[in-house]
């Protein structure tokens, strides 16, 4: 009875091609929104937490923060710290010397602003950013030629700078080595020459689209102390723990809170947070899920717009076919046999639209994460949801048709003309 209730459904469908079209549009656009919505949606989610991973799984940071300020929230007091409640490279040293056999290293880092390297007609839009040697362990950097900032160009406070690929194929276009040669860098109130002394594989971060290479903003390393040259405040609000290979980061992670909160017990104003990559992560990839779900939920409203079309066709259907439901009653077939026929007629035109919004789905999202230059990711239980919910559309908006033509009267609806 099945096959034979999907092969009249097909063949209604057959006879009525357009209006069965129509009718499959809501369906479609509503499952085409959620697929391509939710795929949109794990792919920035994917890119996020790659690029997050790629920033240490075994990286801890520890940031000054106020005592009345919930974590994760942003101050609204506008008071600052001073220079007593931030974290001094006598603390770190200090840190270092408690945790030797845990903790690899310390990163530092220290923003420069923007600035652009010129020569002649040549030019590299760059960020400058202060960091010591330890900051390349704390990080995805790849060295190409030469080496990261170290110990002795922080000691020196010297012009030395590292700069990437990019970069170097904008000032040296003739392919000429470029560690060992000077750049002039313009900031907003001075000039200043460095001498590079390692390059860098740059990796685009994020889903922003690209840039053209001329016109590419790249990171320019320098020494942190360098950096911090012309500024009054030479300690910092926050830095990054590496740990060793052989500790585990949850562990570490909270005697490193217990270590800071006996420094900072007697200042009543100040306390230092320590977070690790993995909560980060995790509160990351929660809050896109939820985001993604939510504009999916918004985006399904349009499935009840389309199962709404779908009951008012099979109304239709039900007044055109009044004849043959009396004649199917006539020859004994139940109510439960009429309501069956109809009830698969509607699952079978939700089926179909929705599968073909599921196909369009993907394909928009192909493409849309092509634009992105991010990685397509297909969930199975996703697509197989989104087919299964239109399914349950047809059925439950199909009911109500199916029951009107199930009540008829069959002496008269053999007479309906």
């Known amino acids: 009875m099945i096959w034979e209730n999907i092969s009249l459904a097909l063949s209604s469908l057959k006879s009525n091609k357009m209006r069965a079209l129509l009718t499959m549009l809501g369906i479609i656009i509503g499952i085409m929104s959620i697929i391509a919505i939710l795929i949109i949606g794990d792919a920035m989610t994917s890119a996020v937490s790659g690029n997050l991973a790629t920033l240490g799984g075994s990286n801890i940071t520890v940031s000054v923060r106020e005592r009345s300020v919930p974590e994760g929230t942003r101050s609204t007091t506008g008071i600052t710290p001073t220079s007593d409640d931030l974290i001094s490279n006598r603390m770190i040293a200090d840190l270092k010397l408690s945790f030797p056999d845990v903790i690899e290293g310390v990163s530092l880092s220290y923003s420069g602003g ?61 392919g000429s080595d470029p560690v060992g040669r000077q750049v002039k860098v313009y900031k907003s109130s001075s000039i200043e020459i460095f001498t590079v002394v390692g390059v860098y594989l740059y990796e685009q971060m994020g889903f922003f689209g690209t840039v053209s290479d001329q016109d590419l903003s790249t990171t320019f390393y320098i020494p942190v102390s360098t950096a911090k040259q012309n500024v009054l405040e030479k300690n910092f609000t926050s830095m990054t723990v590496i740990c060793s290979q052989n500790s585990d980061v949850e562990t570490l992670t909270g005697r490193l809170q217990y270590y800071f909160d006996a420094l900072y017990a007697n200042n009543t104003i100040w306390r230092v947070s320590v977070t690790n990559m993995t909560s980060i992560l995790d509160a990351v990839t929660e809050t896109m899920s939820t985001i993604s779900v939510a504009i999916a939920v918004i985006a399904g409203i349009s499935l009840l717009v389309g199962g709404i079309g779908v009951m008012n066709i099979m109304l239709v259907s039900v007044t055109e076919r009044t004849r043959e439901i009396g004649t199917r009653k006539a020859l004994g077939a139940k109510n439960f046999h009429i309501r069956f026929q109809f009830v698969t007629e509607a699952m079978i035109i939700s089926l179909i639209g929705g599968v073909i919004g599921l196909s369009m789905g993907i394909g928009l999202g192909a493409i849309i994460t092509s634009i992105f230059d991010v990685p397509l990711v297909i969930s199975a239980v996703t697509t197989a949801g989104c087919v299964l919910f239109s399914m349950m559309i047809g059925v439950f908006f199909g009911l109500y048709p199916a029951n009107k033509a199930a009540k008829l009267d069959p002496i008269e609806a053999l007479r309906y003309e």
Request: a negative charge; glycine letters at 6%.
């Open 114 to 174: 923007t600035a652009q390297a010129r020569d002649g007609d040549y030019y590299a839009n760059v960020s400058i950013s202060g960091v010591n040697a330890d900051y390349i362990l704390a990080n995805n950097i790849s060295i190409l030629s030469g080496e990261f900032i170290s110990d002795a160009n922080v000691a020196g406070a010297n012009q030395s700078a590292v700069v990437s690929d990019k970069f170097v194929k904008n000032m040296f276009p003739d």
